[in-house]
Structures are given as C-alpha cells and as structure tokens.
C-alpha cells in the first residue's frame, strides 16, 4: 500500500489539454481538410480513396468523410432542400474540422454546389488555424452522366428526384480552388498531384 501512496505522489497529472501542435509533432504531420467538390459522378470519391491509399503507403493518417456514408448516420434526418443541404454541409464541416484538429489528414468529398456552404467552411477552418484545401473536380455534365451507374441523372430528367444538381439545381463552379482535376486525370495521377501539393505546403513529408 505504501508503494502505491508514494507512486501516485509521483505521478505527474495534466490538467493541461495536448496543443495541437504538440499532437501533429507526434504524429509526424499536420492536420488538414482536403474538400472535394463537384458534380454527381465527377470522381470525388474514388480520387480520395486513391489518396486515401497513396497517405497509407506514406505512413500518414487519413480518412475519407464520404457524402453516403454521412447521410446514412449522422445526416441521416436531412433531405436535400436548400435548408437541409446548408445544414449537411455545416455538420460535415464541423466534423472535418475536429477531425483535422486531431491530427488527420481528412478527405471530405461533397457535391456541396453552393459557393457560400464551402466559403462557411473555408472560414471555420481559417477562424481555427487549420489548413483547407478545395479540390475542385472539372468532370463535365456529359461525362458525369455516361458515369451514373445508379442512374440518377436519368430519374432526375424525368422529374422524378427534385433538386437534383446540375439538372434542376444549380452547381456553382468554385472561383479558386487550391487544386483543379481534370477529368483527362486518372485517379493515381490526381492523387500524385494532390500529394505532391501537399509537400510543397509542408503538410506531409
């Protein structure tokens, strides 16, 4: 009992939060949000996964904040009027925000069409000190459509989804993305671009 009394005396207690930067030091890099914009099928997802992978191999921590995966939980009592997309947007925002905070390297991909959803989120970031990248994916309507497995666009003509982007809402074209994909692009090379974008801002290594 003795030995236990005089270890917690010695025990060092913090009352202290850890600083992000002492977290990030540890983790061998710096928190940020890549935000993947563009329309339905312009590859926002699967370039991310891409990088997701090529971070893996650099022994970087990461993760993917997929616009699915979040409606299927935490989004999950939205639809997609322009309240309740604002709102999507702001929630995966805040999360992306916490995460990066953390230490991660978070991959958010969101249609998210509105310039001033994406502005809100730049300036959170901004008013927190961390670091947002917009990606902007340059993927034509045309093309997103040829894409469209699950056959959206299709229902989406046919007056069957209301409020559905790039057919009967709008998508506002970021003005300055830090990085443009072309859709000439592979996934593996915009994933290189995007890494090698990344190391010139000394994010990662």
């Not at 390297?105 to 300036?123: M, N």
């Amino acid at each position: 009992m003795k030995k236990l009394i005089n270890s917690l005396i010695n025990t060092n207690w913090y009352s202290e939060p850890v600083s992000r930067v002492e977290r990030c030091k540890k983790m061998g890099q710096n928190g940020v949000t890549l935000w993947f914009t563009g329309l339905s099928g312009a590859g926002k997802s699967t370039l991310a996964f891409s990088l997701d992978h090529r971070l893996l191999e650099a022994g970087k921590k990461s993760y993917v904040l997929d616009g699915d995966l979040l409606r299927d939980g935490l989004n999950s009592n939205l639809g997609f009027s322009a309240a309740d997309r604002e709102e999507n947007i702001r929630r995966v925002g805040e999360v992306s925000l916490l995460a990066a905070d953390a230490g991660l390297i978070v991959l958010s991909c969101f249609i998210s069409p509105f310039r001033k959803d994406r502005r809100r989120v730049r300036e959170l970031h901004q008013r927190n000190g961390i670091p947002f990248v917009e990606v902007y994916m340059d993927t034509s309507l045309e093309l997103c459509e040829k894409r469209d497995s699950k056959q959206l666009y299709y229902r989406a003509r046919r007056g069957e989804i209301d409020d559905f982007t790039g057919i009967s809402s709008p998508y506002e074209v970021p003005e300055n993305p830090e990085i443009i994909v072309r859709s000439t692009q592979s996934p593996v090379e915009a994933a290189e671009i995007v890494y090698a974008y990344l190391q010139k801002k000394g994010l990662v290594e």
